[in-house]
């Protein structure tokens, strides 16, 4: 929090919202689904791709305001599966976006500690792209900050797929495959974010109310944010706002507050008769 503070200018709106976080209730993981980069430009008579460059500069701001904030986890839902449905031209401008904002933020990453990973099928990702990815993610990987989760070519349901294959491939090698029984523990720790912990704040920019297949397994006990605010004007503030609203909920796991939990039990005494 300290290190956030230094780099904004006081009386700022940002600063004014830091100061407000409770450092000791920070999300340890926060999933965002990044959309409305298209209506975004289309609001300003400019091509979808323009939309898309303004929103690299919310993904650098969030980054590092992430890093700063000492987040542990940031995973960012940077290409879908599905969006392979998209115009090649599309397409092609946004590996492009990709290639020049880790060109352009590995000294950042350095710098701030940042370690870089990417979820998802990138086996099948374009080559340049892919080369890229994999020359930052080596670099950084000794760095022991933040952890960024880039999702490219990924699916909530494939991740779920992947790791149940994986696991009957271990269960096959081992010649276990007839007494496989899966629990939740073993698909935790097949699935694409094994040792992590799941998302606690998951957050959809530009108002629209889906998951879009995104960390299906990952958000089952995450606080859903939803802003109408467009991702390339999504920065500093916007997470902050979200951290705010997150730290006002009371999570409870399919349990009771503590103070539900003294009510219930004074019930007992009193209990309905159930018949
Ligand atoms: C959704 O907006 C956004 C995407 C499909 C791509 C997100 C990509 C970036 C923010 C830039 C590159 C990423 C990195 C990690 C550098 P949309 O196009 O679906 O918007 P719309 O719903 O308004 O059409």
Same mark, same amino acid.
């Given at each position: 929090?300290?290190?956030?503070?230094?780099?904004?200018?006081?009386?700022?709106?940002?600063?004014?919202?830091?100061? #407000?976080?409770?450092?000791?209730?920070?999300?340890?993981?926060?999933?965002?689904?990044?959309?409305?980069?298209?209506?975004?430009?289309?609001?300003?008579?400019?091509?979808?791709?323009?939309?898309?460059?303004?929103?690299?500069?919310?993904?650098?701001?969030?980054?590092?305001?992430?890093?700063?904030?000492?987040?542990?986890?940031?995973?960012?839902?940077?290409?879908?599966?599905?969006?392979?449905?998209?115009?090649?031209?599309?397409?092609?401008?946004?590996?492009?976006?990709?290639?020049?904002?880790?060109?352009?933020?590995?000294?950042?990453?350095?710098?701030?500690?940042?370690?870089?990973?990417?979820?998802?099928?990138?086996?099948?990702?374009?080559?340049?792209?892919?080369?890229?990815?994999?020359?930052?993610?080596?670099?950084?990987?000794?760095?022991?900050?933040?952890?960024?989760?880039?999702?490219?070519?990924?699916?909530?349901?494939?991740?779920?797929?992947?790791?149940?294959?994986?696991?009957?491939?271990?269960?096959?090698?081992?010649?276990?495959?007839?007494?496989?029984?899966?629990?939740?523990?073993?698909?935790?720790?097949?699935?694409?974010?094994?040792? #992590?912990?799941?998302?606690?704040?998951?957050?959809?920019?530009?108002?629209?109310?889906?998951?879009?297949?995104?960390?299906?397994?990952?958000?089952?006990?995450?606080?859903?944010?939803?802003?109408?605010?467009?991702?390339?004007?999504?920065?500093?503030?916007?997470?902050?706002?979200?951290?705010?609203?997150?730290?006002?909920?009371?999570?409870?796991?399919?349990?009771?507050?503590?103070?539900?939990?003294?009510?219930?039990?004074?019930?007992?005494?009193?209990?309905?008769?159930?018949?």
């Amino acid at each position: 929090m300290q290190e956030l503070l230094r780099v904004l200018d006081p009386g700022t709106e940002d600063w004014g919202l830091a100061r #407000l976080i409770d450092p000791s209730r920070l999300p340890a993981h926060v999933a965002i689904i990044m959309d409305g980069n298209g209506r975004w430009a289309k609001r300003r008579f400019l091509p979808r791709v323009a939309g898309h460059k303004a929103g690299v500069d919310s993904v650098r701001s969030v980054m590092e305001t992430a890093a700063r904030l000492r987040v542990e986890v940031l995973t960012l839902y940077a290409f879908s599966s599905e969006n392979w449905k998209r115009p090649k031209s599309e397409i092609d401008t946004l590996f492009r976006l990709l290639r020049f904002f880790l060109r352009q933020e590995l000294a950042t990453m350095m710098e701030q500690n940042i370690q870089l990973n990417a979820i998802g099928r990138i086996e099948d990702l374009p080559e340049q792209a892919r080369d890229e990815l994999h020359r930052v993610i080596g670099l950084t990987s000794r760095n022991n900050g933040l952890k960024v989760n880039l999702a490219l070519n990924y699916s909530g349901r494939s991740d779920i797929i992947d790791g149940v294959n994986r696991l009957i491939e271990e269960a096959r090698a081992q010649g276990q495959l007839g007494s496989l029984e899966i629990s939740e523990e073993m698909l935790q720790g097949a699935v694409s974010t094994s040792g #992590l912990p799941d998302p606690d704040l998951l957050i959809r920019t530009s108002g629209e109310m889906r998951i879009s297949n995104f960390l299906l397994w990952q958000i089952a006990y995450a606080e859903i944010y939803v802003t109408q605010t467009y991702w390339p004007d999504f920065r500093c503030a916007d997470l902050l706002r979200a951290i705010l609203d997150f730290q006002k909920r009371e999570r409870r796991f399919g349990g009771l507050s503590a103070l539900e939990r003294v009510q219930a039990e004074d019930q007992v005494a009193e209990a309905v008769p159930v018949r």
